[in-house]
């Protein structure tokens, strides 16, 4: 028996799932003993524990929502309005902060000195600015520099800016255009899968099938703010505008090193195949760079995500904000800190298997 073990404890892998029971064991142990000491504490002080306030009345409005929402409704309908805005700002968010870092890193490159220096500039700026002071920044400037709503300034037709927010003007209401979102999402998870653009022509075909609405509405002032169009408060724009140009400047230099990762013979091989420095770019370069690029990148995402939680800060009805709400009024402290808790760890890990998965299938074309 005693070879046995020794055998056991000897052989390199048969140690390591050891260790492993081991720690798992000692973390379990640990949060047993958490568990039980919080139940015993909330005992001896009379607090109500447990997940059933969630289904009881709110009593409080969110200035912005994604879907209709009345103080009649329940804590877990706030809470899922919060998740909703949590997630419009992060998919927003990323797209945009993808695309500025890609061209400013791009611009780091330039031949044209100013547009060169002006890019590290940039990147030097926002990078060494905490974000909580940008967003203050903002939206002091959305809510105090602008005019007030009758002087609203009118750059465009129907494009107004004011105090009160930003209206441009958008399709009008209709119920079909929330199927052609949802399609949208869909037929893109389809077309990554399969690498091909053709699903996505199934989205015009719902937007057809829901009878083709195209009627644009145009903001007009009536009374003290305007109707119609889409209109965006200046919380949401200031929260916006912050996370985008500070994430921005990160993904800027992490394109930058990985584009500048490449070797230098790629560059002269293009070139010998007469290829110019947009098809080097795309063809040649980017494609070798993004195996640098996509881990780090990752983390920006992860980072603008969870730095979406500073709109309590400047008032933006985010995740954390209402989830300070409802903490403040049921009173269930621990209960509301464990939801936030699970919700960020759901979106790390789904951002982090998109793309993995992403990385997984790059490196299996590569033949890696």
């Known amino acids: 028996m005693k070879c046995a073990l020794q055998k056991i404890w000897n052989h390199p892998r048969y140690r390591q799932y050891l260790y492993q029971v081991l720690f798992f064991v000692f973390v379990f142990a640990i949060g047993v003993y958490l568990y039980s000491n919080v139940v015993e504490n909330l005992e001896r002080q009379n607090i109500a524990s447990g997940f059933g306030f969630l289904t009881q009345e709110a009593g409080f409005f969110i200035a912005e929502s994604m879907i209709e929402f009345w103080s009649e409704d329940s804590y877990i309908k706030a ?8 997630l419009k700002v992060s998919l927003i968010g990323n797209v945009l902060a993808l695309g500025l870092g890609i061209v400013i890193a791009i611009s780091c490159r330039s031949s044209n000195f100013i547009l060169k220096k002006l890019s590290y500039l940039y990147i030097d700026i926002f990078r060494n600015i905490p974000l909580l002071l940008q967003l203050f920044f903002w939206y002091g400037l959305f809510t105090e520099v602008l005019p007030d709503i009758k002087d609203a300034l009118n ?26 979102l949802l399609s949208f999402a869909l037929c893109s998870l389809i077309s990554f899968k399969l690498r091909t653009f053709y699903p996505l022509l199934m989205i015009p075909l719902v937007w057809l099938l829901g009878g083709a609405p195209s009627e644009i509405t145009f903001p ?50 293009a070139k010998s195949l007469g290829l110019n420095s947009q098809q080097t770019m795309k063809l040649v370069i980017f494609p ?25 800060g400047i008032g933006y009805s985010d995740f954390v904000s209402i ?8 009173g269930q402290a621990i209960e509301a800190v464990l939801i936030i808790m699970a919700v960020y760890l759901f979106f790390s890990l789904l951002t982090s298997l998109i793309i993995n998965f992403y990385n997984y299938r790059l490196e299996k074309r590569e033949g890696r």
């Open 79 to 86: 809470i899922f309005v919060g998740i909703l805005n949590t």
């Open 220 to 269: 007009t002032l009536e009374g003290f703010n305007f109707s119609g169009g889409l209109s965006l408060s200046p919380e949401f724009t200031a929260l916006m505008t912050g996370l985008v140009l500070y994430t921005a400047a990160f993904v800027a230099e992490i394109v930058r090193s990985g584009i500048e990762s490449v070797g230098k013979g790629q560059w002269e091989a």
């Open 323 to 330: 989830m300070n709400t409802v903490m403040n009024q049921s």
């Open 155 to 180: 750059p465009l037709p129907g494009v107004y800016f004011s105090q009160r927010g930003f209206f441009i003007p958008f399709f009008k209401e209709h119920f079909i255009w929330k199927y052609v």
């Open 288 to 312: 070798q760079a993004l195996r640098v690029i996509l881990p780090p990148v990752t983390s920006q995402f992860l980072n603008l995500t969870k730095n979406s939680s500073l709109a309590v």
